[in-house]
């Protein structure tokens, strides 16, 4: 696939199609006795083990991100709307969901996917998205772009590596929504599908790249 020249749009998956951190929470409290502060204004100390009151380490969350990719990922459930969205996105742009999680949870992120009837090409990646993301638009070489995520750092990303294309940022989680800032290198903040929508169909139907 390339070439095509339509619009673009580049999605994040979870907490912009799919719901996570709640999933993640309930599960962190009834199988690990640890809890998850969704409401802090960072996740840094925000997982706190019961039997001792002692902080879960970043370094020890990543396993545990693992198990719950591993075994529970039928618990995540669809971000309001986004079905529908992304269908009507269809009819007019190219769709691509890039994800960060390791290509081991690849098979199973396009399963999960499916079942909710949402069928585009899903790309794994590691780290920031900016350079993914110019590979991408270099591949399908769209007349515009437009980028959803909900980690202002993937946002700052792809101002550095593909500054054309249009950025919004998306928080589906309202608990975590409400405590975080727009990111700074984003376009605009929606965080709800049936908003984002006509903005990403403004974009593309405007015609214009994002100024570098």
Not at 94 to 107: C, G, S
Request: hydrophobic share 45%.
């Amino acid at each position: 696939m390339g070439m095509s020249g339509r619009p673009l749009l580049i999605t994040d998956c979870d907490e912009v199609l799919l719901h996570m951190v709640g999933p993640f929470k309930t599960w962190l409290e009834s199988d690990h006795a640890i809890d998850f502060d969704l409401e802090g204004e960072n996740f840094e100390g925000a997982l706190v083990r019961r039997h001792d009151a002692s902080v879960v380490e970043s370094a020890e969350i990543w396993p545990l991100l693992d198990a719950f990719f591993t075994n529970q990922m039928h618990s995540q459930t669809l971000v309001p709307h986004a079905d529908r969205a992304l269908a009507t996105i269809a009819e007019v742009a190219d769709i691509v969901v890039l994800t960060n999680i390791t290509e081991q949870f690849h098979a199973g992120r396009v399963d999960q996917l499916a079942a909710l009837d949402i069928r585009h090409r899903v790309q794994c990646n590691q780290g920031g998205k900016g350079e993914p993301i110019r590979r991408l638009v270099e591949e399908f070489q769209p007349s515009v772009t437009v980028f959803v995520d909900d980690t202002p750092f993937h946002h700052t990303s792809v101002a550095k590596y593909a500054p054309d294309v249009w950025r919004l940022h998306m928080i589906a989680e309202p608990r975590v929504a409400a405590r975080r800032a727009a990111a700074a290198d984003a376009h605009a903040r929606i965080d709800d599908w049936t908003d984002a929508l006509p903005w990403i169909l403004g974009r593309f139907g405007e015609g214009a790249k994002a100024a570098a």
